[in-house]
């Protein structure tokens, strides 16, 4: 043999290759083919193209928000304008893209495919949850259209209930709505996850995708109804003043704050822990080696969903808590950035030994990585109780939580979505562009956010639209970072929709990847599987993927 | 700090000079900067040992040079490692910020009390001396300060961050903070909790005066009239003083030198008397009924301003004997008393 190749990329030969004649996208045709399906996979693909326009118009408010503080002055737009700036950047970003980005799309398409199964075990639920995800897309885009809302995606009480008078009850409905689409997908993930699994197909025979969405599901399922409750509460207190949240009438507006991030704090762990799924899935199959210590990534991915659900007060520490219940929630807050630590030390352990390949979705886990730790670590500032007087509703907190979010999660996004690509289109990316636009991507995100973090500790609030002169110089940093990420993020999209019809014919499984969502044809049947296949060996096992290959070359031959 | 005061001195001033921390002007200040570079050294040996962790395993295990992998379970001693030391790393932070934390929010007993008010959007400042101010605070240096925090409408937060402090700014609640200023000069007030339309224009100066300097300030601009002055007069205007009359028999219970006190409560709680317990107890009467009185004292929401609530807290806060609000009670029932007498004389 000669010297090992750079890539482990194997595609078959592209001048006899075609995409297999019979798959889910031309099982059927016609749009109402595609609107009344109840197959997982076209529900993932309209969720992919629902959330990536509405990542664009998130994205777009986040540049003009960038562009008004490239200057001190409040020259660009008027404060209110502003506020309806931030506040539709938060709430779309966060409700329309961010929570169902991974489940809804990669979840979707691949918890079925992984563990073996036809569907998910609520077909019509999960093609009602889409429509309700829409629903509540048109609503947020009608209050935007009409006029806009201001309330910060917080929708703090009173200021939500009683002091604005923009499309604020449009608004909550809309996320009230949405939020029903994210518990459907939730319960639909746990009865699948614990009833359809593929005959051999143990807990522990499970990718670790499927053990993150699992964990997140949990979060979905328990938490949301919550946010349900206290927006609901909100449109009560602004339709008929029914007083829970006005001090006036007996009620406490903090009260409003522990229901909303009860429910809002897990949230960061739907958001982030299906991207951790994801990266597990990316560092195995470049690196050629199970991961390094599969079980404790699994039980830390647990261990985050329990914890997460007791940390939510470490966003009230300054707000006239009782400092003893500020103390427990401190501790629990350090006892919750464990499991991430573990599971980052297990990923860069799996890479040891192994044989490694630098495409696409390996270039965008290790962004993840550096970018994910300094979000964790950030937070640790957050949750140690005296730092975090100075450090809250300041810029450190955006740093924050967008190095967490839009480093992490939007990392593991696209190195998710450049890894099962082929899968889901059978067609391969251009690699070269795209590894420039993971690097693009990193160097804007580095740019835009770290200035934020010296911005924080000087002070400088957010969601303020003028500032003190003195911190114009990082604010122009940071202007030009957005800069730069808003072309790492259109790239992929260009040549995302080029490689629909010209990319290489991907073959079953271009990555030499185990999980069973590669055994079968790109794009899939609609039914996955042409008969269920069964488990008899252990996840990400790359000795029987060997054989197995080897056996099918004999048996062709 | 375990280095050198020289060594600091230089460090402080390198940075202040390169603007990426603001400055140190409280008694604070140091204290939060020290476990601001633990935490960022922390983040920095975690970062650089993640990345480290990620160049040499990606070199040396490339597929170039390491064709095939082998195949590793785990170690359960490398996880425990990667657990307990996170995790004690962890604590130490707990521990540090949580005695920051309490050292931020306690306010030592010899503080004196400034009251701040938020409301959309402004910070009105009143001092117990009369000094009204609005979007400023002149405050003196060497000198323990509480303030004292409420808002009108929506919630504020209070945040100085050259002495490194900030407090939420609720409705319906008192909150305090304190701080010492230790440098005289004029520093940022921001008000960093999200509160509608001119949110980034809630922001005020901080002067922070020299003991001699302040004292003159307080001469000049006080309005002549102190919190409690204002407050005894709300206090006989409103007729308290016609129930709280501090007498025995009287319908309301006395309160001169309430303030500090413990009071059992109708419902067998017991309370101390601060300024919150006093606020609330203006507001819902009924729910403050002190033992042995009958709940027939209404409620007052609505009808005085958080200003006037302060001037009667701070009234009460100072009265110590009843001689005053007698006085006050027999004026007013003798002008009550005297159109009658005048009525002679009526044409």
Same mark, same amino acid.
């Given at each position: 043999?000669?010297?090992?190749?750079?890539?482990?990329?194997?595609?078959?030969?592209?001048?006899?290759?075609?995409?297999?004649?019979?798959?889910?996208?031309?099982?059927?045709?016609?749009?109402?083919?595609?609107?009344?399906?109840?197959?997982?996979?076209?529900?993932?693909?309209?969720?992919?193209?629902?959330?990536?326009?509405?990542?664009?118009?998130?994205?777009?408010?986040?540049?003009?928000?960038?562009?008004?503080?490239?200057?001190?002055?409040?020259?660009?737009?008027?404060?209110?304008?502003?506020?309806?700036?931030?506040?539709?950047?938060?709430?779309?970003?966060?409700?329309?893209?961010?929570?169902?980005?991974?489940?809804?799309?990669?979840?979707? +398409?691949?918890?079925?495919?992984?563990?073996?199964?036809?569907?998910?075990?609520?077909?019509?639920?999960?093609?009602?949850?889409?429509?309700?995800?829409?629903?509540?897309?048109?609503?947020?885009?009608?209050?935007?259209?009409?006029?806009?809302?201001?309330?910060?995606?917080?929708?703090?009480?009173?200021?939500?209930?009683?002091?604005?008078?923009?499309?604020?009850?449009?608004?909550?409905?809309?996320?009230?709505?949405?939020?029903?689409?994210?518990?459907?997908?939730?319960?639909? +993930?746990?009865?699948?996850?614990?009833?359809?699994?593929?005959?051999?197909?143990?807990?522990?025979?499970?990718?670790?995708?499927?053990?993150?969405?699992?964990?997140?599901?949990?979060?979905?399922?328990?938490?949301?109804?919550?946010?349900?409750?206290?927006?609901?509460?909100?449109?009560?207190?602004?339709?008929?003043?029914?007083?829970?949240?006005?001090?006036?009438?007996?009620?406490?507006?903090?009260?409003?704050?522990?229901?909303?991030?009860?429910?809002?704090?897990?949230?960061?762990?739907?958001?982030?822990?299906?991207?951790?799924?994801?990266?597990?899935?990316?560092?195995?199959?470049?690196?050629?080696?199970?991961?390094?210590?599969?079980?404790?990534?699994?039980?830390?991915?647990?261990?985050?969903?329990?914890?997460?659900?007791?940390?939510?007060?470490?966003?009230?520490?300054?707000?006239?808590?009782?400092?003893?219940?500020?103390?427990?929630?401190?501790?629990?807050?350090?006892?919750?950035?464990?499991?991430?630590?573990?599971?980052?030390?297990?990923?860069?352990?799996?890479?040891?030994?192994?044989?490694?390949?630098?495409?696409?979705?390996?270039?965008?886990?290790?962004?993840?990585?550096?970018?994910?730790?300094?979000?964790?670590?950030?937070?640790?500032?957050?949750?140690?109780?005296?730092?975090?007087?100075?450090?809250?509703?300041?810029?450190?907190?955006?740093?924050?939580?967008?190095?967490?979010?839009?480093?992490?999660?939007?990392?593991?996004?696209?190195?998710?979505?450049?890894?099962?690509?082929?899968?889901?289109?059978?067609?391969?990316?251009?690699?070269?562009?795209?590894?420039?636009?993971?690097?693009?991507?990193?160097?804007?995100?580095?740019?835009?956010?770290?200035?934020?973090?010296?911005?924080?500790?000087?002070?400088?609030?957010?969601?303020?639209?003028?500032?003190?002169?003195?911190?114009?110089?990082?604010?122009?940093?940071?202007?030009?970072?957005?800069?730069?990420?808003?072309?790492?993020?259109?790239?992929?999209?260009?040549?995302?929709?080029?490689?629909?019809?010209?990319?290489?014919?991907?073959?079953?499984?271009?990555?030499?990847?185990?999980?069973?969502?590669?055994?079968?044809?790109?794009?899939?049947?609609?039914?996955?599987?042409?008969?269920?296949?069964?488990?008899?060996?252990?996840?990400?096992?790359?000795?029987?993927?060997?054989?197995?290959?080897?056996?099918?070359?004999?048996?062709?031959? | 700090?375990?280095?050198?005061?020289?060594?600091?001195?230089?460090?402080?001033?390198?940075?202040?000079?390169?603007?990426?921390?603001?400055?140190?002007?409280?008694?604070?200040?140091?204290?939060?900067?020290?476990?601001?570079?633990?935490?960022?050294?922390?983040?920095?040996?975690?970062?650089?040992?993640?990345?480290?962790?990620?160049?040499?395993?990606?070199?040396?295990?490339?597929?170039?040079?390491?064709?095939?992998?082998?195949?590793?379970?785990?170690?359960?001693?490398?996880?425990?490692?990667?657990?307990?030391?996170?995790?004690?790393?962890?604590?130490?932070?707990?521990?540090?910020?949580?005695?920051?934390?309490?050292?931020?929010?306690?306010?030592?007993?010899?503080?004196?009390?400034? &009251?701040?008010?938020?409301?959309?959007?402004?910070?009105?400042?009143?001092?117990?001396?009369?000094?009204?101010?609005?979007?400023?605070?002149?405050?003196?240096?060497?000198?323990?300060?509480?303030?004292?925090?409420?808002?009108?409408?929506?919630?504020?937060?209070?945040?100085?961050?050259?002495?490194?402090?900030?407090?939420?700014?609720?409705?319906?609640?008192?909150?305090?903070?304190?701080?010492?200023?230790?440098?005289?000069?004029?520093?940022?007030?921001?008000?960093?909790?999200?509160?509608?339309?001119?949110?980034?224009?809630?922001?005020?100066?901080?002067?922070?005066?020299?003991?001699?300097?302040?004292?003159?300030?307080?001469?000049?601009?006080?309005?002549?009239?102190?919190?409690?002055?204002?407050?005894?007069?709300?206090?006989?205007?409103?007729?308290?003083?016609?129930?709280?009359?501090?007498?025995?028999?009287?319908?309301?219970?006395?309160?001169?030198?309430?303030?500090?006190?413990?009071?059992?409560?109708?419902?067998?709680?017991?309370?101390?008397?601060?300024?919150? &317990?006093?606020?609330?107890?203006?507001?819902?009467?009924?729910?403050?009924?002190?033992?042995? &009185?009958?709940?027939?004292?209404?409620?007052?929401?609505?009808?005085?301003?958080?200003?006037?609530?302060?001037?009667?807290?701070?009234?009460?806060?100072?009265?110590?004997?009843?001689?005053?609000?007698?006085?006050?009670?027999?004026?007013?029932?003798?002008?009550?008393?005297?159109?009658?007498?005048?009525?002679?004389?009526?044409?």
């Amino acid at each position: 043999m000669s010297a090992p190749s750079p890539t482990i990329l194997n595609l078959p030969d592209q001048s006899t290759a075609q995409l297999p004649r019979r798959n889910f996208i031309n099982a059927e045709h016609g749009l109402l083919s595609w609107l009344f399906t109840s197959d997982h996979k076209r529900i993932a693909i309209l969720y992919l193209i629902s959330i990536t326009f509405f990542f664009f118009i998130g994205g777009a408010f986040a540049g003009l928000i960038r562009l008004e503080l490239l200057t001190p002055q409040p020259d660009l737009v008027s404060s209110d304008t502003y506020n309806k700036f931030f506040t539709m950047h938060g709430i779309i970003m966060i409700f329309l893209f961010l929570v169902p980005s991974v489940p809804a799309t990669l979840g979707n +398409f691949l918890i079925p495919m992984m563990i073996g199964a036809r569907d998910l075990a609520f077909p019509k639920i999960n093609l009602l949850s889409w429509y309700l995800y829409v629903i509540g897309g048109t609503l947020t885009l009608t209050a935007l259209v009409l006029g806009g809302v201001d309330t910060g995606w917080t929708f703090t009480a009173p200021l939500s209930t009683h002091y604005l008078n923009t499309h604020v009850i449009t608004t909550a409905s809309a996320i009230f709505v949405a939020g029903f689409s994210s518990i459907f997908t939730g319960l639909n +993930f746990i009865v699948t996850i614990h009833r359809m699994r593929c005959p051999g197909m143990t807990w522990f025979r499970m990718p670790l995708f499927v053990w993150a969405h699992y964990a997140a599901s949990i979060l979905m399922v328990l938490g949301t109804p919550v946010v349900a409750i206290a927006l609901v509460l909100v449109i009560l207190e602004r339709l008929v003043g029914i007083g829970v949240f006005d001090p006036t009438k007996g009620g406490d507006p903090l009260l409003f704050q522990h229901l909303f991030w009860f429910y809002s704090h897990p949230a960061v762990y739907i958001m982030i822990l299906p991207g951790m799924g994801v990266i597990s899935e990316v560092v195995s199959t470049f690196s050629r080696k199970r991961i390094f210590g599969y079980t404790a990534v699994a039980f830390s991915s647990v261990a985050i969903a329990l914890f997460g659900f007791f940390v939510w007060e470490h966003h009230m520490f300054i707000m006239g808590v009782s400092n003893y219940s500020a103390l427990i929630f401190s501790l629990l807050t350090m006892l919750v950035a464990v499991p991430s630590a573990i599971k980052i030390f297990n990923w860069c352990f799996t890479l040891q030994q192994g044989s490694i390949t630098f495409e696409t979705p390996m270039l965008y886990a290790f962004g993840f990585m550096g970018l994910f730790t300094i979000g964790g670590l950030t937070g640790v500032f957050l949750g140690s109780l005296g730092m975090d007087i100075q450090l809250t509703e300041t810029y450190f907190i955006v740093a924050h939580f967008h190095f967490v979010m839009v480093g992490g999660m939007l990392m593991a996004f696209l190195a998710g979505v450049h890894f099962w690509w082929p899968k889901m289109t059978g067609r391969m990316y251009p690699e070269s562009l795209s590894k420039l636009a993971a690097v693009v991507t990193f160097i804007g995100f580095i740019l835009t956010f770290m200035p934020q973090f010296v911005l924080g500790y000087l002070g400088m609030p957010r969601r303020y639209h003028a500032y003190p002169p003195e911190f114009q110089v990082l604010n122009v940093l940071s202007t030009a970072g957005a800069t730069i990420l808003g072309i790492g993020y259109l790239m992929p999209m260009i040549y995302l929709a080029w490689s629909l019809k010209y990319g290489a014919i991907a073959g079953d499984n271009p990555w030499q990847a185990t999980g069973l969502e590669w055994q079968t044809q790109s794009p899939p049947l609609t039914e996955n599987f042409i008969e269920i296949p069964i488990m008899d060996h252990e996840a990400y096992d790359y000795d029987w993927l060997e054989h197995k290959t080897a056996d099918e070359v004999t048996h062709v031959g | 700090m375990g280095i050198s005061p020289v060594l600091w001195q230089f460090l402080v001033k390198w940075l202040n000079a390169s603007a990426l921390f603001p400055r140190e002007a409280s008694t604070i200040a140091p204290y939060m900067d020290s476990l601001y570079f633990f935490l960022i050294a922390i983040t920095l040996v975690g970062v650089f040992l993640v990345a480290a962790l990620l160049v040499t395993f990606s070199i040396r295990y490339r597929k170039a040079v390491h064709p095939v992998a082998t195949q590793v379970e785990g170690s359960t001693l490398l996880e425990a490692t990667w657990t307990i030391i996170p995790l004690g790393l962890f604590l130490i932070c707990f521990v540090w910020g949580a005695l920051l934390y309490f050292r931020i929010y306690t306010p030592p007993a010899n503080s004196s009390n400034i &009251y701040i008010v938020g409301k959309q959007w402004m910070w009105k400042a009143e001092h117990p001396g009369g000094q009204h101010e609005i979007n400023a605070l002149h405050v003196p240096v060497g000198q323990p300060i509480q303030l004292t925090l409420i808002s009108q409408d929506v919630f504020h937060s209070f945040s100085i961050p050259e002495f490194r402090i900030k407090r939420e700014v609720i409705p319906g609640r008192y909150s305090t903070v304190w701080f010492e200023a230790t440098t005289p000069g004029q520093y940022h007030l921001f008000c960093t909790q999200y509160c509608g339309t001119d949110h980034s224009a809630m922001i005020g100066t901080i002067t922070a005066l020299s003991p001699a300097d302040y004292k003159k300030w307080t001469e000049q601009s006080t309005s002549g009239m102190s919190l409690a002055q204002n407050g005894e007069r709300i206090f006989a205007s409103m007729g308290c003083n016609a129930c709280h009359t501090g007498n025995a028999a009287a319908r309301g219970p006395n309160l001169a030198g309430v303030y500090g006190s413990r009071l059992r409560l109708t419902n067998g709680s017991d309370v101390l008397v601060n300024e919150a &317990y006093l606020r609330d107890a203006i507001l819902n009467p009924s729910q403050h009924v002190t033992s042995g &009185y009958t709940p027939i004292m209404p409620t007052y929401q609505g009808q005085i301003s958080e200003d006037g609530l302060i001037d009667l807290v701070e009234y009460l806060k100072n009265l110590i004997s009843n001689d005053r609000v007698q006085q006050t009670l027999t004026t007013s029932q003798s002008g009550q008393a005297a159109p009658q007498a005048s009525g002679v004389v009526k044409p």
